[in-house]
């Protein structure tokens, strides 16, 4: 997913975790974990802005809605199609639809897709309270209202997008008719750094340890509160979880093998929300795949596009 992120200037060895700190330094690579907004300084300028069009399509159309008295930013772009569920793109943490907009318009060249802002991200609110998976979860179920025509959609989420993409699912069985997962946050991510890192670890372990923690326990954008949990079926609705191929991960010193191997055993684990759930792995992508292979991202939503309208 895209949550705390590993800063290397110049070396291998990171020298800031998390969000915020990492703001305060240059860096060189970013090699994100869990979800963290601080990959911009990385991949800065691949994503194509938020409501500019991409060769030669409309404008995306935005809007705000009022979820609980907070404002949510959505954009959609696309013509419905006859018997075709609307995409819904979930970005990761510290991501907005700025970040996938160049992936909502290659794929509304067939399809009706939208992307939103979660309260505390890009356009929206700021949330007053930690969040919690229902509560973010509420959102979600506002914006498949206003976006969907009564429709159910596909859910294509990337990082942390991905994990409550994959949450979502078995409770709205109406709403969602597939899902995709793009580098999903693992469903174990606490225990998995747990086990990689152990307690007793010093220095850089033990401060990526702390700061890894501390994001999942809501010290992030969107004050969201990520915890462990089992992977529950939403049935037989069309999934594809689609990994990294580029083990960039087994960079950082020390735990990298360990927190590699905890990652893709959390992708497999994401096959457990659907008795047809298929398993791919871009190659030539590290976290970011519909970024850097976004030819694999688009097949991988119009596939279970195609699935799901034939439901």
């Not at 220095?203 to 923690?213: K, N």
């Amino acid at each position: 997913m895209k949550s705390i992120a590993f800063a290397v200037s110049g070396t291998t060895t990171p020298q800031t975790l998390g969000e915020a700190m990492f703001r305060h330094f240059k860096t060189s690579a970013v090699l994100a974990m869990v979800a963290v907004a601080a990959a911009g300084a990385a991949i800065a300028g691949q994503a194509t802005p938020a409501g500019a069009a991409v060769a030669g399509q409309a404008t995306p159309a935005e809007r705000s809605i009022d979820v609980g008295g907070k404002s949510v930013h959505v954009s959609c772009s696309g013509v419905q199609q006859k018997h075709r569920p609307v995409v819904v793109l979930m970005a990761g943490l510290g991501d907005g639809t700025d970040r996938m907009a160049a992936l909502q318009q290659a794929l509304s060249r067939s399809n009706r897709v939208c992307s939103y802002d979660r309260l505390g991200e890009g356009r929206s609110d700021q949330p007053d309270r930690p969040q919690t998976i229902d509560s973010t979860g509420a959102v979600l179920t506002k914006v498949i209202g206003t976006v969907s025509g009564g429709r159910p959609v596909v859910l294509a989420g990337h990082s942390l997008g991905g994990l409550i993409a994959a949450r979502y699912a078995p409770d709205h069985k109406r709403e969602v008719s597939g899902v995709v997962l793009m580098d999903a946050t693992s469903p174990t991510m606490m225990a998995d750094v747990e086990r990689a890192i152990p307690e007793s670890a010093t220095g850089f372990g033990a401060e990526l340890r702390a700061q890894t923690l501390a994001v999942f326990r809501g010290e992030n954008p969107e004050r969201l509160v990520i915890g462990d949990g089992p992977v529950r079926s939403a049935g037989d609705i069309p999934v594809e979880v689609v990994q990294h191929g580029k083990p960039y991960l087994a960079e950082v010193p020390e735990y990298g093998a360990a927190l590699e191997q905890a990652w893709g055993a959390g992708q497999r684990a994401w096959l457990g929300l659907s008795c047809r759930a298929d398993f791919r792995t871009a190659a030539n992508s590290g976290h970011y795949i519909y970024l850097d292979e976004p030819e694999v991202a688009v097949q991988a939503v119009q596939r279970v596009v195609t699935k799901a309208s034939r439901r």
